[in-house]
């Protein structure tokens, strides 16, 4: 009961230009109803309404709906009431009615992952007073049936059955246009609304054996609980879990008065974005669809028309058509109706300037008069974040630190994957041109079925329009391809989100769901045909194209830049090549944190070479076996010292179980025999002494060293030669040796000691020396704790998560697969701890490592090398507590660096 007994204040009102809240509520009002609030008070013509705050979507999940509903019957009545002044209309009333518009609103916009109803109020009396009231009977009736068929879907649950199934209200429209013979919606008769509105009923009460509720109070009670749910439906789950958003931050519900676009020729609906949100460009532009509803725009189901001249053109470029054709049936809102632009231009300026960064707003014109219904900051690409950034520092709006805080390291990913290659691109063979709805190069197989997306390792999804139910596979595929919808469609708006290329809108594709075929360019395609989509262009091209690195150019080099401007921890890369190497070094990464030489073995020629070593019986066979290995090694070091140029490199010694490097197959084990010259027999006997039940916990790391000091041996030289050969031609080469798994000091020591005593031999040898340093990995719980003793001899500390946490929650990092997607479903677990470094359990024995190793030696250097490394929520623990760097794979490292930077930046602010 704690919970009710804090909640003062349940509902809060806007409208008016006055507001009860304001644009930093979002976590008590959700993103849209603290930027409905603010707008209102700064006088943008918003809707009057009301939001109901997140804390009730907590108290409803602890305490139900009916003391939920208790709780804010006084304050929603309240709240209606004072709609119905601002509007001079009355809820429910049949004379002069009040509808209202009913919608989700979690703190960060999850966009079509919740329910939305509209027109909320109208019963078969009401519907008869607004017919009077607008003095338009197809309008009232139109209204009508939108509102039964989505109250139906979203508050009553009439959803298709399966995939293949259609929408059972779009059923008995396609049934009724085929009666009458009649293609769109417009066309519809008064008397055509007025069936349809009987039919869907029909429908609900056939379906739930139940009447649709035709009292507006009740609809408007169960839509907010509806929407209350939705928060816990499979999509928003989804997408929570995509994100990392925790379940209990839950939604608010904002309830506004109803404006309509669909009273006429003189109404309309759009969305538009201040900046391509796609590009970053600094234009104004936005789609809009004259006599229609929210809704229209955004499902993608009629093709919208452009806000701007600019765009107009444009697009009349992209989909071919005639300046005549195009000013006759898609004229730009601007040639239209040139005063709602002028006015909707003017809103757009403020309302960057006000909130300083890109908007995404949505607007309504009914009958002459614009209103503004939604602004938030706009979703956009990655390379539209870095460039909207640098943008809004040379306009001086934001400065350098702002800028910086608002990238979101994660999406920098997406400007760090391959690009087309120009030279491939022009043989491409370009089979259809759809809208660039969101950049990048994908290639794939085609799938028409968001649930078939696994089915190839690269497929791109192509469907005649996506739905919220296809994010899964949408976030899975390698791109989207839409026959319908705008630039601002659901496809185009998620995939932007998820940074994911995608063409939408190629009308000259025909798609044949039963068929699993599409037919464009006079050929027919089928479900696993290869063809690459151009997001940056809306090119779809036959077949594969080949792909390029990107490169850290333009306004990506600018945010770099600032990052190392303000960063003070380093990043540094996990690279077991030359060629990972420099292409981190190109990334900037300022060392390598962690070089991993078991995968220096597993090349052909050298695996016989290690499973000789392996499986020989004697000190003797195995050095034999070493040596041989011995030169390969070298060369790989020379050539990572070589790409690294005189930064420091951190090599591990061996580290996984040997069985990892013995075949298992027959043949395989019969040539092994072969070559050593024993029996098939005494092979396998010798594969399976080495098998283990718990592997990750048996003969692996140090211990390896332990029993085989000889493979450290060789290693080390291998290590010291390489350093040394280079230091002849110039070149400097900074290794320090790494020696895994260390649970106790004395293991420590034993390594340490066969490291410098080899070391001490080359040099004896050469005649020459070179600087090298010794220390250790951190991922055995008991090393953390006795870190104080084992800095008394080593010389760093790298904390090796993946394993710290396998061996902290007791998951093998091997089988977790099994029951973590469980436990992130069921939200036991908030993320995956191999993914994100579990701040507050495997956190706490980092601290202590730190703290402990520190106090023997407080110049001990220390970093993390585990996957976390290049995780920005991680990269920020490991920066508050301390570390001289974090090390993570090349592509990350431009992440890396940013979340450092911020790091650095939020502890100055603090
Ligand atoms: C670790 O355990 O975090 C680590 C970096 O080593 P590996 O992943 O190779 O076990
Ligand atoms: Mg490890």
């Not at 029909?202 to 035709?214: D, I, M, Q, T, W």
């Not at 391959?418 to 990048?440: C, E, M, R, T």
């Not at 659901?490 to 994911?500: L, M």
């Not at 340490?752 to 055995?780: L, P, Y």
């Amino acid at each position: 009961m704690e919970v009710v007994e804090k909640i003062k204040k349940r509902v809060y009102t806007f409208g008016n230009k006055k507001a009860e809240g304001n644009s930093k509520m979002k976590n008590l009002l959700g993103g849209k109803g603290a930027n409905l609030a603010e707008m209102s008070a700064i006088g943008i013509p918003v809707p009057p309404g009301f939001t109901i705050t997140t804390e009730v979507c907590t108290e409803y999940n602890a305490l139900g709906k009916g003391i939920v509903l208790a709780n804010i019957k006084k304050e929603v009545e309240k709240a209606v009431l004072s709609v119905e002044k601002i509007m001079k209309a009355k809820f429910g009333d049949s004379e002069n009615p009040l509808l209202l518009s009913v919608r989700s609103g979690a703190r960060v916009s999850m966009p079509g992952m919740m329910d939305t109803v509209l027109n909320l109020g109208l019963n078969d009396k009401v519907v008869a007073g607004l017919a009077k009231k607008t003095n338009n009977e197809r309008f009232a009736w139109d209204s009508y049936r939108r509102f039964v068929q989505m109250y139906g879907g979203v508050v009553l649950g009439m959803k298709p059955k399966s995939k293949t199934d259609i929408d059972p209200f779009e059923e008995i429209i396609e049934n009724l246009k085929e009666k009458r013979g009649i293609q769109l919606d417009t066309e519809f008769t008064v008397q055509d609304l007025k069936d349809l509105v009987f039919d869907f009923k029909k429908a609900v009460y056939h379906r739930l054996g139940k009447e649709f509720p035709s009292n507006p109070w009740d609809q408007l009670w169960m839509a907010i609980i509806a929407v209350f749910d939705s928060w816990n439906g499979k999509r928003a789950i989804y997408y929570r879990n995509m994100h990392g958003y925790p379940a209990d931050w839950g939604t608010a519900v904002n309830v506004q008065a109803m404006v309509f676009g669909n009273m006429g020729l003189n109404s309309g609906t759009g969305v538009c974005f201040t900046r391509d949100a796609g590009t970053g460009e600094d234009v104004f532009n936005g789609e809009y669809l004259i006599n229609a509803q929210g809704e229209d725009v955004v499902a993608g189901v009629r093709t919208p028309q452009q806000v701007t001249k600019l765009g107009s053109q444009r697009w009349a470029d992209l989909a071919q058509v005639t300046e005549k054709l195009r000013i006759n049936n898609y004229p730009s809102l601007e040639e239209l109706m040139p005063e709602i632009f002028d006015e909707l231009n003017e809103y757009q300026q403020l309302l960057e300037e006000h909130y300083k960064d890109m908007q995404d707003m949505e607007f309504t014109i009914q009958e002459g008069k614009l209103w503004i219904l939604q602004t938030r900051n706009g979703k956009r690409t990655g390379a539209a974040m870095v460039k909207i950034a640098i943008d809004l520092i040379k306009e001086g709006l934001i400065s350098e630190e702002e800028a910086l805080l608002r990238i979101d390291p994660n999406k920098l990913d997406e400007l760090l994957h391959p690009v087309f290659d120009p030279n491939a691109l022009k043989d491409a063979h370009i089979i259809a041109q759809g809208l660039p709805a969101s950049p990048g190069a994908a290639t794939g197989q085609i799938v028409f079925f968001a649930d078939e997306v696994a089915k190839y390792k690269n497929s791109i999804l192509v469907r005649i329009e996506t739905s919220p139910e296809d994010l899964e596979g949408m976030n899975l595929a390698k791109g989207i391809l839409t026959a319908r919808g705008g630039m601002t469609s659901h496809a185009a708006v998620v995939a932007r989100g998820i940074g994911k290329c995608c063409v939408s809108g190629a009308g000259a594709l025909k798609i044949d769901y039963k068929d699993r075929s599409m037919f464009v360019d006079g050929k027919e395609y089928h479900e696993g045909d290869w063809i690459s989509l151009n997001g940056s262009t809306g090119n779809i091209i036959d077949g594969k194209v080949a792909t390029k690195e990107p490169e850290l150019t333009g306004e990506f080099g600018d945010i770099m830049e600032l990052a190392d401007k303000f960063a003070t921890m380093k990043v540094r890369t996990n690279a077991d090549t030359p060629k990972d190497a420099s292409i981190a070094k190109n990334f900037g990464a300022e060392g390598i944190g962690l070089t991993r030489t078991e995968h220096m073995f597993f090349e052909v020629d050298r695996i016989k070479a290690m499973r000789e070593m392996i499986l020989a019986d004697t000190v003797k066979g195995r050095k034999l076996a070493l040596a041989k290995l011995l030169p390969m090694q070298r060369e790989d070091f020379e050539g990572i010292f070589k790409a690294m140029q005189g930064l420091p490199v951190t090599i591990r010694l061996l580290d996984p179980p040997l069985h990892e490097f013995v075949p298992h197959q027959l043949a395989t084990l019969k040539e092994l025999a072969d070559e050593m010259h024993i029996s098939l027999d005494s092979v396998k006997v010798k594969v399976s002494e080495l098998e283990e039940f718990n592997p990750m916990l048996g003969h692996r790391g140090c211990r390896l060293g332990t029993t085989y000091p000889e493979i450290t041996e060789m290693q080390t030289r291998a290590i010291i030669e390489a350093a040394l050969n280079l230091k002849k031609e110039g070149i400097e080469a900074k290794p320090e040796i790494m020696i895994p798994l260390v649970g106790t000091f004395d293991e420590f020591v034993f390594q340490e000691n066969v490291i410098r005593e080899t070391a001490e031999t080359v040099f004896e040898e050469r005649q020459d020396k070179i600087d090298f340093s010794v220390g250790t990995m951190i991922e055995v719980p008991r090393a953390t704790l006795i870190a104080d003793k084992i800095a008394e001899r080593a010389d760093f500390f790298s904390f090796g998560t993946n394993d710290l946490t396998q061996m902290t929650y007791g998951y093998s990092r091997d089988d977790a697969g099994k029951f973590l997607p469980d436990y992130l479903e069921k939200g036991i677990l908030k993320n995956d701890p191999f993914e994100v470094l579990d701040q507050e359990g495997v956190g706490q024995l980092v601290h202590i490592g730190i703290t402990r190793g520190r106090s023997t030696k407080p110049n001990l250097k220390v970093g993390i090398c585990g996957e976390h490394g290049g995780e920005p929520s991680s990269v920020a623990f490991c920066y508050n507590n301390g570390m001289d760097y974090v090390s993570c794979s090349p592509y990350r490292v431009p992440i890396a660096r940013v979340a450092s930077a911020q790091a650095a930046l939020k502890a100055t602010l603090n």
